[in-house]
């Protein structure tokens, strides 16, 4: 009864959630009594995975696989779990992964528990705690399912070393042709993607317009950060719609969410709850965005930034 994990890639480097699911899967694995079995796609730095407690990786490399198609990866995950008999499987909550699981739990007949962000308090029946109504609540849900799928909420684990020698094995899929038909080709034009940043800042209507935001590209650029906006800005089209960050847009859950100029609509704080430090640069001290943050600041975004920014540049040049 083994674990399984998709671990997800981008242009054949790992993404950091992936090693999150790696330490996840591992971990679940020791609470049962088994092993932990990872899927790469078209994937390069495998070895990095054995630093976190995965043993085998199956290596699948197909030029057919080189966008996502969620039809395809499903029959990839079905196959790979089939062969290994693996009745655990944990995936990301990736937009990716989110079009992904349904397919593979209709195929496997499995159950699908998502936002999960803990390892199981209890195996028989599995029980896990998830996230629910937008981040504002948790529940305990339980599932006496033979094959499970586990969606684990991103940023919610962290990553657990435990190095281990890797087992390399390449796994040969049989894919059907007319899955051939749906693929995601969405690319964001920021250096850091917003799934995968550590830090998001993320800019409003605040700005005035698309010929300010130099300024939250260069304060993005200091902190190593994805750059982000509310839904107002991606409508007028400032900036692309990849980058749009709510419950309309892509969900975020990173170390540092820094918003200036929004006013915390709803929907905006529905999409970046689960990020753990909020910080607000607002010139309303009204704005609801206050409530949620954790540190805030009232102020004019054409004069705080750039102070910011200078010293925060001069923070890393002492530190460097």
Known sequence: ????????????????SGFELASYASE?????????????????????????????????????????????????????????????????????????APLVAAKLE????????????????LTVKRTAFTNKAFSDC?????????GLSNNSFGLVENSVSVIEEDFKVNLVNSNLSVKSTEK??????????????????????????NL????????????ACSKPVSDMGWR?????????????????????GISGAIQHLAGINSSKIKVVINNDPEAPFFKAADYGIVGDAFEVVPKLNEKLKEFKLQNS
């Open 28 to 100: 679940l694995a020791k609470q049962m009594n088994s092993s932990a079995i990872a899927v790469t796609i078209n994937c390069s730095n495998i070895k990095e995975i054995g630093k976190y407690g995965i043993e085998k990786v199956l290596k699948i490399n197909n030029d057919l696989l080189n966008e996502f198609n969620a039809k395809l990866y499903s029959d990839v995950i079905v196959q790979a779990s089939n062969n290994f008999d693996c009745n655990r499987i944990v995936l990301s909550s990736s937009s990716d992964s989110k079009y992904l």
């Open 142 to 150: 339980c599932s006496s399912s033979a094959k499970i799928i586990i």
């Open 188 to 213: 964001s034009s920021g250096k850091v993607s917003i799934a995968d940043a550590d830090i998001v800042v993320s800019a409003g209507r605040g700005m005035k317009g698309p010929e300010n935001w």
């Open 110 to 125: 499995a159950s699908y528990l998502n936002n999960v962000i803990s390892l199981p308090s209890n195996l028989n029946p």
């Open 216 to 227: 939250i590209e260069d304060l993005a650029n200091t902190l190593g950060a994805a750059t």
């Open 240 to 260: 692309p719609h990849s980058e749009h960050v709510g419950q309309t847009g892509k969900p975020v859950a990173t170390n540092l969410y820094i918003a200036i």
């Open 1 to 16: 009864m083994a674990v399984i994990t998709y671990i997800e890639s981008s242009n054949g480097k790992i993404k950091k």
